[in-house]
């Protein structure tokens, strides 16, 4: 760390005082050595043959100025993959919606946290005429992998909204939304862009604005669940009734996949 490159800095720097006698009878001053080291260049190394103690400070010198250079090297690796998770943070971000939904018949809003820089959490929304669909994806496995697939799914998911928008101007306003066209694109597009490597569970919701009707289709995915005060029997677990089960193969997983709805 900092700190540490600090340290061994200073312990160089002292090094080099104490050998720049030994240095001059080799034609180089102290004051070069020391030069170099304070604009960071630590590629100099110093004759450490002599047997008396300078010598051995001198290999000590060497040693030190090693080790410092390595840490550098180090140091600028971590940050350069720290900016590229950045980019890639940065990037994944623009696949979530930018706000939840005010509609006068409900609300919607969502919220992402994940466990590391890029990960494979992934959710959206779209109003299509009267009707809301509302998607939710998790890729195996966490990184840039794992994000570089959510990608994949959210590319393919905006395509197949502009779709059914294209299919809802067609049809004058009827409903336009096809769960089982979705959930096949998805599958293809997971699976080209995983190539088998991961998969993705993926549950998909479309409500209706006018008739209060919910269609939902589940790829291996946790249940979702709806909250009924009504029903419960005494406790706050009771009120929760769960929806659709994960009855289809993730996403991915397979070229074909058998796709199911409720």
């Given amino acids: 760390d ?3 490159r600090a340290v061994l800095h200073e312990q160089v720097r002292r090094l080099a005082e104490l050998v720049s006698e030994r240095l001059r009878s080799y034609g180089l001053s102290g004051r070069t050595v020391t030069a170099k080291l304070r604009y960071g260049d630590f590629s100099i190394r110093v004759d450490a043959s002599g047997s008396d103690e300078v010598g051995g400070l001198a290999t000590s010198f060497n040693a030190m100025a090693d080790k410092i250079g390595e840490l550098l090297k180090q140091t600028a690796q971590k940050v350069r993959m720290e900016k590229e998770l950045e980019t890639a943070q940065a990037v994944q971000s623009r696949f979530f919606p930018m ?3 005010e509609h006068p018949v409900m609300k919607l809003s969502g919220r992402y946290v994940p466990a590391s820089e890029c990960a494979g959490d992934w959710w959206h929304y779209a109003q299509i005429g009267d009707e809301l669909l509302v998607v939710v994806g998790d890729v ?3 990184g840039v992998s794992a994000a570089l697939v959510t990608a994949a799914a959210h590319s393919t998911f ?3 909204v502009n779709q059914f928008t294209r299919e809802l101007a067609r049809s004058n ?4 939304i096809c769960l089982d066209d979705l959930v096949r694109a998805l599958n293809t597009g997971v699976l080209a862009a995983a190539g ?4 993705m569970t993926f549950v998909a919701s479309v409500v209706n604005f006018k008739t209060g009707s919910m269609q939902m289709s589940n790829a ?3 249940p979702m669940y709806i909250y009924r005060p009504e029903i419960g029997t005494g406790n706050a677990i009771s009120c929760f009734k769960p929806l659709m089960e994960g009855r289809m193969t993730a996403l991915g997983e397979k070229p074909e996949i058998e796709v199911a709805s409720q």
């Avoid at 306003?173 to 336009?176: F, H, L, M």
Wanted: glycine fraction near 18%.
């Fill in 140 to 142: 195996t496995g966490h």
């Fill in 99 to 101: 706000q939840g939904l």
């Fill in 173 to 176: 306003g009827a409903p336009s």
């Fill in 158 to 160: 905006m395509l197949m």
């Fill in 2 to 4: 900092v700190s540490e």
């Fill in 196 to 199: 088998g490597q991961s998969t």
């Fill in 220 to 222: 291996a995915h946790p």
